[in-house]
């Protein structure tokens, strides 16, 4: 069965930083692009950032330049550095394999209030 657990989310004041990890399970994780997600409320999940298998990047227009994306194969882990943080960024984060329908997580929640 196909599992993602996200962590590392927390109260942040705008400006400062986080990192996201994300382990997945029950699929040979260094096979596929992974990619992290945001949903705000009820609205629909937004693709933040995605990573493919050989390491190749690319981010939502709000978050380049801020964000940036790594994986451990080894650790079957995906990682969401997230800097200078503004209140837009807050939301619960998700990850999962890019492209395809998984289950979402329970994800982690980002706060980003002074």
């Known amino acids: 069965q196909v599992q993602f657990v996200e962590s590392g989310g927390g109260l942040v004041q705008p400006g400062g930083s986080l990192r996201l990890s994300c382990a997945g399970s029950?699929?040979?994780?260094?096979?596929?692009?992974m990619s992290w997600y945001r949903q705000v409320q009820e609205k629909a999940h937004e693709l933040v950032a995605t990573?493919?298998?050989?390491?190749?990047?690319t981010f939502a227009g709000s978050v380049k330049g801020r964000f940036a994306i790594s994986r451990d194969n080894a650790k079957n882990t995906v990682y969401l550095q997230m800097n200078n943080l503004k209140s837009d960024d807050t939301a619960v984060y998700y990850c999962?394999?890019?492209?395809?329908?998984?289950?979402w997580g329970r994800g982690t929640q980002v706060t980003v209030s002074a």
């Open positions: 999962k394999r890019t492209r395809w329908a998984d289950d």
């Open positions: 029950g699929f040979i994780f260094e096979n596929y692009d």
């Open positions: 990573i493919s298998i050989v390491g190749s990047m």
